[in-house]
């Protein structure tokens, strides 16, 4: 008989953060399929388990599959745990689960921390439709196509990010979906925990006064607001904002913003008439 994979959440940061059913499996598996040794044996000294551990993660993933599959075809009971949060959200696993489930090996879900909930929770945007992704495109030019195409979107996005891409991603954010809510959630249940709220571009203008940017970085961008059905043509809706003080650069960018459509369509249709 074939043993079960346990998908255990663990904390993302403070170690108080873990259900009592998590450590009781932890404790009595007989291997703990885990991104970095190091990182999970410290969060089982808390808890004074002692099992054997065994590195699963993004390099290894398709060879390690086959051996803890292998594992749990002989009947052993594995735990699956990231460095942090639950298993599989933007962290190596679903091939493991995938096979897993395909060979008919029982998969047991241990619910636990999330930073993407966690974040999300706490705020103070709407949560009754979001929007998930995990990390947003490193390089600028992918990252800018792929919010082009969330600008229609009126559900909260979340996304993770790297510190030292986060103003870059900011100054994206501010050009492409303008001035919508964002919050910047760093730390999450640590104990440099923070929350800041603004819009992009002024998240963007207090992160760049500091030092540096650290830590764990969790992004929830506000609804967007439904365009607005207006027949002004283009090229007179830019010159009336154009008349009214608005410089010509900004004047596309708004009508862009209140039609949905990104600066380059505005360009190209004006262009045209």
Do not use: W
């Not at 009595?28 to 885990?34: K, P, Q, S, T, W």
């Not at 990182?39 to 089982?44: E, I, M, N, P």
């Not at 590195?55 to 086959?66: D, G, L, T, V």
């Not at 052993?76 to 933007?90: E, R």
């Amino acid at each position: 008989m074939s043993g079960t994979l346990y998908i255990v959440a663990t904390p993302i940061g403070n170690l108080e953060d873990i259900t009592t059913r998590a450590v009781r499996i932890l404790g009595e598996v007989d291997l703990i399929a885990c991104e970095d040794t190091r990182q999970t044996r410290k969060l089982l000294d808390r808890y004074s388990i002692a099992k054997p551990l065994v590195s699963y993660h993004e390099h290894n993933e398709r060879a390690r599959s086959a051996d803890l599959l292998r594992e749990l075809e002989a009947g052993k009971n594995i735990a699956l745990v990231s460095d942090a949060g639950t298993p599989l959200i933007a962290d190596p696993g679903y091939r493991l689960v995938e096979q897993a489930r395909n060979l008919g090996i029982a998969v047991c879900p241990i619910p636990g921390p999330s930073a993407l909930l966690a974040a999300l929770s706490a705020s103070g945007l709407p949560t009754d439709s979001f929007f998930f992704h995990g990390f947003l495109p490193p390089k600028r030019g992918q990252r800018r196509k792929f919010l082009e195409d969330l600008r229609a979107s009126e559900a909260t996005l979340v996304f993770y990010e790297a510190p030292h891409r986060l103003l870059d991603a900011l100054e994206d954010l501010a050009e492409i979906l303008g001035p919508r809510p964002v919050v910047v959630a760093r730390e999450l249940t640590k104990i440099h925990e923070e929350f800041l709220r603004g819009t992009a571009a002024e998240l963007r203008e207090t992160l760049e006064k500091r030092p540096s940017v650290k830590g764990e970085i969790t992004l929830i961008i506000g609804k967007g607001e439904t365009a607005q059905v207006d027949d002004t043509p283009l090229a007179e809706a830019v010159e009336k904002l154009v008349e009214s003080g608005v410089p010509r650069m900004d004047a596309l960018k708004t009508v862009a913003r209140q039609r949905g459509l990104s600066k380059r369509e505005v360009y190209k249709r004006l262009n045209e008439q």
